[in-house]
């Protein structure tokens, strides 16, 4: 049963100048955030420092007078758009006499929400004790907040009246579950190789469209919200190409910028599918105004996952929003062809642009294939089928002994058939 609404007051401050990213930027974004943890907005402010102060980030000035309107307006919680020190959440806390969350924290609120395997809800956990771990205090300020609401939701909500010996054993024990996972995870995958399929990840900033493109795609029905972190556990469906090749499409967590390492660090187990695709769709809202710094923030997270130099396709989403709008449509559209040579422009919604996609899809992954002779002796007819419809058969030649085919096919099939001792001509 879904607890009763909190209502907060968010506080978004512009520390020096992060490029491309205005504060309004940052304030809208954490607005959507705290409506995407089921809280309600009271109030807001924003500001800008050129440093944080080390004490309570803010100067004692703003944040008395931040205090003052927070219990004029009976606020349950204050959301910060900014990460907060140990030091500077609980100085806050005592000068406010109220809870204090900051931007990592309600991520992983909503990371808590979202969580339903057992791997999500594992790595949830971990991520939140290991922000939890350096902020225990003696005053056990962050324990106190067993009451519920943001910041206390999730698997991990539970174990926060332990101390710190115990975290940590707590932390070394879904660590190694964790571990667990990633190896049966591995299994599987090596299960999969006994037929082989090329696998395409939906990858982009959280609530552009990729949910939405993925049922599209794969005629599914999986949730599609407009809410940020919809999709936390990725989701895998088969699918056949218009060449008639067979692919897996994955749906992916949303990306976010500036999202803290340790987050990527607890969700490399789910990430590991991403890592292990041959081909990525980088999907792209047309309607954001920050559209090209949402662009810029996933490959800073694909540069850190090491697969920024992996086969990309950019798909700008919801054209739909622009159509027929002509004094907003042809500038944009010009706009964006410049700034996304290549790009497909599409609508996940309509399906307006989805056969241009797959016909990208189709040539990217034919850059993949390789050309292949080989002889199948009767007792290993049973990788023809393989073969087929992993591939393109140019020649086939039956013979007494097997049959010869020659044909084009992914390299990650050639080298399961190499382990298997085909014989393979030029």
């Known amino acids: 049963m879904e607890s009763i609404m909190e209502k907060a007051l968010l506080v978004t401050c512009g520390v020096g100048k992060e490029k491309g990213w205005e504060i309004e930027d940052k304030a809208n974004e954490l607005r959507s955030l705290v409506l995407s943890s089921r809280a309600k907005v009271l109030d807001e402010t924003t500001l800008s420092r050129d440093n944080p102060t080390p004490n309570l980030f803010l100067g004692k000035g703003k944040a008395e007078e931040i205090g003052q309107r927070s219990q004029e307006k009976k606020a349950d919680v204050i959301i910060f758009g900014n990460d907060l020190t140990s030091t500077q959440q609980r100085n806050l806390e005592e000068l ?38 350096p902020r225990l205090s003696g005053k056990g300020i962050l324990l106190s907040r067993l009451g519920g609401g943001i910041g206390t939701r999730g698997p991990g909500e539970q174990k926060l009246e332990v101390d710190r010996r115990r975290i940590r054993s707590r932390i070394a024990k879904l660590e190694t579950e964790l571990e667990s996972l990633r190896d049966r995870r591995a299994t599987a995958r090596k ?99 920050r559209i090209r710094e949402q662009s810029d923030a996933v490959y800073e997270v694909l540069r850190e996952l090491k697969i920024h130099n992996k086969p990309i396709i950019t798909c700008i989403n919801k054209i739909d929003q622009i159509a027929g709008k002509s004094d907003l449509e042809e500038p944009l559209l010009r706009r964006l062809k410049k700034d996304f040579p290549g790009a ?18 189709v040539a990217t992954l034919q850059d993949l294939m390789t050309k292949i002779g080989v002889f199948l002796p009767h007792d290993k007819l049973r990788y023809m089928d393989l073969i087929y419809s992993q591939g393109v058969v140019t020649k086939r030649e039956d013979r007494p002994d097997g049959v010869y085919l020659e044909a084009e096919l992914p390299t990650k099939v050639k080298e399961m058939l190499r382990g298997v001792s085909f014989t393979f001509s030029t």
Request: with cysteine; hydrophobic share 45%; net charge neutral.
């Open 96 to 133: 406010w006499a109220m809870k204090v969350i900051d931007r990592t924290q309600l991520i992983l609120d909503i990371f808590a929400q979202r969580a339903k395997s057992t791997e999500g809800k594992c790595q949830v956990e971990l991520a939140q004790l290991l922000y939890l771990l």
């Open 344 to 361: 497909i422009f599409l609508s996940a919604n309509t399906g307006e642009g989805i056969s241009r996609l797959l016909d990208r899809i």
């Open 191 to 289: 299960k999969r190789l006994k037929l082989p399929l090329s696998t395409v990840a939906i990858v982009g900033y959280t609530n552009v469209g990729k949910s939405s493109l993925f049922n599209r795609l794969t005629d599914s029905h999986e949730i599609a919200e407009g809410r940020l972190f919809s999709t936390l556990d990725p989701v895998a469906r088969k699918c056949i190409l218009p060449n008639h090749q067979r692919v897996i499409f994955l749906d992916t967590v949303g990306f976010l910028h500036n999202l803290p390492h340790h987050l990527i660090e607890s969700f490399q187990a789910t990430l590991e599918e991403v890592v292990e695709a041959d081909c990525l769709l980088h999907v792209l809202d047309l309607t954001h105004a």
